[in-house]
């Protein structure tokens, strides 16, 4: 049995005939090929599936795509401008090292985007409670708090 | 011209732009056409008979294509899984080898063996089809606990190794060792568990294996550090391929920490039913088979003293561990717990007799192997936890007791095999006490006791020895291979540049850090300069990486290779200047000829050198592209000093890293932003098996309690501090790069640190790791009783 199911992705609208079990995850990789976002943990642990759904952040390995029916969906390779140029978050990932393998980065960026909209100022504290919902192995997270100070004070100027 | 600056700049690194934007490569974003699926069928026992396998009803299940197990694989002649590491144990005789099937043949040996494969058109359906495979197991009694695995009466799992002890190696002079001991002044004693840990790369392991008919050949994409390695021994040994129709790709990584060196069986099934069903096969692990069926690391149990004369100067150090292999010999698990770990036990110390005395044992579980720092974690908590224990008994500072130790005259040849070459321990230790600010400590404890929290200082100055290896030493040890590194320099006609290295980037940031050698030393921009790697069918050959050898071993070979296109430009030079060879010098990417002003850039002799109308035909070969082989003539040893602080809440027993600092001696530097990340990473993977990781399987079923990211604590953002590092330099004295490798360091150096402080806090003289909230609050309740009573 397949079922029809169509939302926005990154600015484009998607239509497509699904398996009612195909996770959204899934739906991204294997039939949109947009293999930016990954799949670490299978149970919302590692984070690095993480995506914007109608402008927040979740998880995209912890929902089937017929919950996204109609949603607008942003993944990491919709985050940088068309001409390539990289987003400010992008940017302070690369400018502070806070991504060594790039395994869990997008991720990690996708969460960073949504936590620096729903905070107006950041301290370290924050930043690390905040980034409980995305493991990263290779970075110790030291440079990853730093990148998300860095970012969200320049997605605010 | 180029940037002669790059040496020590932290450039910005060239592989992020695809990272951040979605671009990477990993294995499971490579999709072919008519890719199929593969699922493999897992044991559910610890230990068990299979008695039969019944594929009937899966191979009727929709999108099923085939069902392969351990028969057909014997009936194809597929050999077992090899290791690459012959240990001969204290009798002269060689290590107890059982055979690695990777299907089972007849028995399963730990939760997660592989029992069958299903191939489908789809994962999921592949996955149906495992569910109706039908499996009889008669159930056996199963010993997963390193410490009971030669115990009367406990269950075999090899027939061969009927005590389950693959071998008893040892180390030093036993004899002497006793000696001392008997005379002692002052002998501690401390007994170790060293926590088994589950590596957890985020990206799990993948492989997907295509078979070309009309080539008759294969080409597997696989997430591993080290390609050719892979390629060798599955066509050499495993599959009897002819080694030039197999490419391994391993393009981008999601970290490795060890666990993505070895061949494991995944990638040998898909690879061989990828021709027996003519599509291509593509597995990918799930998280709960990547904590039940990659390799683990650690898992020891030790008895550790150290002897002591009056002046708390070491006279003596003797060692018993007995180390987990896990149910099978992964491709380097003997020589972790042996060569890579009694050999460090000197630390920075000139201890002058050691004795080790290693007993390798089989239990039902995983395979333990190489997993971040593999054995010199081990070594280095064992050393520095002695050292600091026998600093509290003795009343002595224990940064005190480490100087009255320290190896000061260089080169010095420890008693463990080792020769080091350089080093300076004392600016690393001094460095280290100012930055952590050590000397306000007693206030900060006292500010802490004023809230009702408990403080706690402690230290771990830890050696390691790195880029692996001298092939003589590493073969006269029991490697069955050399362990050296290739690389080539292809200069193309623009001058530009493209290298090829046989180390291979899962994290490490080799395409900036090797460019940034190359560029300099060319005199070339570093743009102009893009580093290949994991690719055999790019890279002429490779060991790969692990023990942080990429920049020593890795990098000299491209030195080498460098140093060779340079040498055959000079002689273009002068053919084209009209000069004597010798008079042509090179430096800033220009070639001149010595006090003259007569002079040519580096990509005008590239042109040269492929599209000649005046070049020396007689003489020199057109092109300018160049191999070399690096063979190091010594280990490399970088060394630091940690300090931890603690504070210890002693009502939840919850532990808080308050201040870590790191000072590290890595030789040169080529990019301290670099180098800085792999310590932090590092660090936090030794405050992980120090805190919050430990693998737990079930004593009596053999299951793996600690089997999912929800039970098996992984160190998150809040559970680390910001981390506080500096570094020290002696250039590693035997290569040309003066480097000596930095991406074990934190791992080896963290535990220690951190269980030295959490005990001081406490008061207590020993925990064991991880060292939880409930560890940590019952070992107070016992000091509380103890001082009631």
Known sequence: MSLKVSMTVNGKPVTADVEPRTLLVDFIRAQLRLTGTHVGCDTAQCGACTIHMNGSAVKSCNMLVLQAQGADIVTIEGIASVDGKLHPMQEAFRDHHGLQCGFCTPGMVMSAIDLAQRHSSLTEATIRAELDGNICRCTGYHNIVKAVQAGAQAMRS | ?789
Not at chain 2, 366 to 394: N, S
Not at chain 2, 521 to 534: E, K, N, P, Q
């Open chain 2, 1 to 789: 011209m180029g940037d002669m600056n790059l040496i020590g700049t932290s450039v910005k690194r060239k592989e992020d732009y695809r990272f951040l934007t979605g671009g990477g490569t990993y294995t499971d974003d490579v999709q072919l056409d008519r890719q199929t699926y593969a699922y493999f069928v897992r044991s559910p026992h610890a230990h068990a008979t299979v008695k039969r396998i019944d594929k009937d009803k899966a191979l009727k299940a929709p999108g099923v294509i085939a069902v392969f197990t351990g028969e057909d694989l014997a009936t194809a002649k597929v050999a077992g899984l090899p290791c690459g590491w012959l240990i001969t144990d204290v009798n002269g005789q060689p290590m107890k080898e059982p055979a690695h099937p990777p299907l089972a043949q007849g028995k399963v040996r730990y939760v997660g063996d592989h029992v069958a494969v299903v191939i489908a058109d789809s994962y999921l359906q592949a996955k149906d089809g495992g569910e109706l495979v039908e499996v009889d197991y008669d159930v056996l009694p199963a010993v997963v606990n390193v410490g009971e695995a030669r115990k009367k009466g406990a269950p075999g799992l090899h027939e061969i190794a009927p005590d389950n002890t693959c071998y008893v190696w040892a180390l030093g002079d036993k004899a002497a060792v006793d000696k001392a001991f008997a005379s002692a002044h002052h002998v501690t004693q401390l007994d170790f568990v060293n926590n088994r840990l589950i590596p957890n790369a985020v990206e799990p392991r993948a492989a997907l294996a295509s078979y070309n008919r009309a080539e008759d050949s294969y080409t597997l994409y696989v997430a591993s550090q080290n390609p050719h390695v892979e390629r060798l021994l599955m066509t050499a040994f495993v599959l009897g391929l002819p080694e030039h129709k197999v490419r391994v790709i391993a393009p981008d990584v999601g970290g490795g920490f060890g666990s993505k060196i070895y061949l494991y069986a995944e990638d040998v099934v898909v690879t061989w039913a990828s021709r027996q069903i003519n599509r291509p096969v593509k597995w990918t692990a799930e998280r709960s088979e990547s904590f039940l069926s990659d390799a683990h690391g650690r898992d020891h149990l030790t008895h550790a003293e150290l002897a002591l004369d009056q002046d708390g100067k070491f006279v003596a150090m003797r060692v018993q561990t007995t180390a987990a292999m896990g149910a099978y010999l992964s491709t380097f698990a003997s020589c972790i717990p042996t060569i890579l770990y009694a050999t460090l036990l000197a630390g920075q110390y000139t201890t002058p007799l050691i004795y080790c005395e290693v007993t390798a044992v089989f239990t039902n579980t995983a395979p333990v192997d190489a997993y971040r720092g593999a054995g010199r974690p081990e070594a280095t908590y064992v050393v520095e936890r002695l050292v600091e224990t026998a600093a509290r008994e003795m009343k002595l500072d224990p940064a005190e007791i480490r100087r009255r130790n320290f190896i000061r005259e260089f080169p010095y040849q420890t008693p463990v095999a080792l020769l080091y070459d350089t080093g300076n321990y004392e600016a690393t230790l001094g460095e280290a006490m100012k930055l952590a600010d050590v000397a306000g400590f007693p206030a900060r404890k006292q500010e802490a006791a004023a809230r009702g929290k408990l403080r706690g200082l402690g230290y771990a100055a830890y050696i390691e020895a790195c880029g692996i290896a001298p092939s003589n030493v590493a073969g006269s040890l029991g490697a069955r291979a050399g362990l050296f590194e290739a690389g080539e320099v292809r200069v193309h006609p623009t001058g530009k540049v493209t290298v090829f290295t046989g180390s291979h980037s899962h994290g490490q940031g080799h395409e900036t850090t090797f460019a940034q050698v190359v560029a300099s030393r060319l005199g070339i921009a570093l743009d102009d300069v893009d580093i290949v790697h994991g690719d055999t069918g790019r890279v002429l050959f490779g060991m790969g990486t692990y023990g942080s050898r990429s920049i020593a071993v890795g990098g000299t070979a491209i030195v080498k290779a460098v140093d060779k296109v340079i040498a055959k430009g000079k002689k273009i030079a002068a053919h084209l200047m009209e000069a004597a060879e010798a008079d042509v010098e090179f430096a800033d990417g220009v070639f001149k000829v010595a006090g003259t002003d007569k002079e040519i850039p580096f990509a005008q002799v590239a042109l040269t050198a492929y599209v000649p109308h005046n070049y020396p035909l007689g003489k020199l070969e057109p092109g300018l592209n160049e191999n070399a082989f690096y063979d190091p003539t010594n280990f490399t040893f970088p060394a630091g000093t940690y300090v931890c602080e603690v504070e210890v809440d002693p009502d939840t027993g919850r532990t808080e890293i308050v201040s870590f600092t790191a000072v590290d001696d890595f030789g040169k530097i080529i990019n301290p932003m670099i180098v800085a990340g792999q310590v932090h990473g590092g660090l936090t993977q030794g405050i992980g098996q120090a805190l919050l990781e430990g693998c737990r399987y079930d004593k009596d079923s053999g299951q793996l309690v600690t089997g999912s990211m929800l039970d098996y604590c992984m160190p998150r953002a809040d559970d680390v501090p910001s981390f506080k590092l500096d570094t020290k330099e002696t250039p590693c004295t035997h290569n040309p790069l003066g480097v000596k490798g930095c991406g074990e360091a934190g791992a080896i150096g963290a535990p220690a640190a951190v269980m030295n402080a959490l005990t001081d806090a406490l008061g207590v003289r020993d925990l064991e790791m991880p060292a939880t909230p409930e560890r940590v609050w019952r070992a107070l309740q016992q000091t509380k009783m103890r001082k009631a009573a």
